[in-house]
């Protein structure tokens, strides 16, 4: 039997940042790897316009409004997918950078910009 698609239920806005969140994770730089495997975050993209870039991706700014509301860093730090020290930094933990949220292809836009 295939794996059961967003086994914690996390709500459309946590998958969305979750998604952002793994993004910044794998962007070089961006975020501090820990030997534990865990990943801190402490820098946030700032929006361009109604976008903004992770790398070689664009998101559009509405899909990115969980990385600014406290209640969305809440919720991931109580489902064990990350520790949230808002607003100044978020650490993903090992689970948090495996979790399939299914959104990578919808949200980051590939693009030339």
């Known amino acids: 039997m295939p794996p059961k698609q967003n086994p914690l239920?996390?709500?459309?806005?946590?998958?969305r940042t979750l998604t952002l969140l793994q993004a910044i994770a794998r962007i070089p730089g961006a975020a501090a790897p820990q030997p534990s495997g865990e990943?801190?975050?402490?820098?946030?993209?700032?929006?361009?316009?109604?976008?903004?870039?992770?790398?070689?991706?664009?998101?559009?700014g509405k899909d990115a409004t969980?990385?600014?509301?406290?209640?969305?860093?809440?919720?991931?730090?109580?489902?064990?997918l990350a520790r949230a020290d808002y607003p100044r930094e978020m650490v993903l933990t090992v689970?948090?950078?495996a979790y399939d949220t299914g959104l990578a292809k919808e949200i980051l836009h590939q693009s030339g910009h």
């Open 9 to 15: 239920k996390l709500n459309p806005l946590q998958l």
């Open 39 to 60: 990943v801190v975050i402490a820098q946030f993209p700032a929006a361009h316009g109604d976008h903004f870039h992770l790398g070689d991706a664009v998101v559009n």
């Open 66 to 80: 969980g990385l600014y509301n406290e209640a969305v860093w809440n919720a991931l730090t109580r489902k064990g």
């Open 95 to 97: 689970e948090g950078l």
